[in-house]
């Protein structure tokens, strides 16, 4: 079982940069799948990206490509979402996921989630 805590959420102006940050609990995070998911109110969560176990394969939603960077750092036990170039859209409750083998993109271990606004 792993335990994760997002951080790094805030009010930011379009235009700006963020970095989100996910932090595991346990020994065995290089053995998780981990995702990076957002909501808004009333809308269906949406799949943001994906990085693989050993970091080396990472995918991301169409709507974010190019302006959003997924990283992790297995020794630390942390997963990170950089997002460039913020855009009102980008508005929504962040959160990290985790799961061994993420089959379907079905999650098991979810975080608290991070608020991220982005003003005009």
């Known amino acids: 079982q792993v335990q994760l805590v997002e951080s790094g959420g805030g009010l930011v102006q379009a235009g700006g940069s963020l970095r989100l940050s996910c932090a595991a609990s346990?020994?065995?995070?290089?053995?998780?799948?981990m995702g990076w998911f957002r909501q808004t109110p009333g809308k269906e969560r949406e799949f943001v990206g994906v990085?693989?176990?050993?970091?080396?394969?990472?995918r991301y939603a169409d709507s974010v490509k190019g302006r959003f960077i997924i990283s992790r750092d297995n020794a630390k036990n942390m997963v990170y979402l950089q997002i460039n170039n913020l855009k009102p859209e980008d508005t929504a409750v962040y959160y990290c996921?985790?799961?061994?083998?993420?089959?379907?993109?079905?999650?098991?271990?979810w975080g608290q989630g991070t608020q991220v606004t982005v003003s005009s």
């Open positions: 346990g020994r065995t995070f290089s053995s998780y799948v």
């Open positions: 990085i693989s176990r050993t970091g080396l394969t990472i």
């Open positions: 996921a985790a799961d061994p083998e993420a089959s379907s993109g079905l999650f098991h271990y």
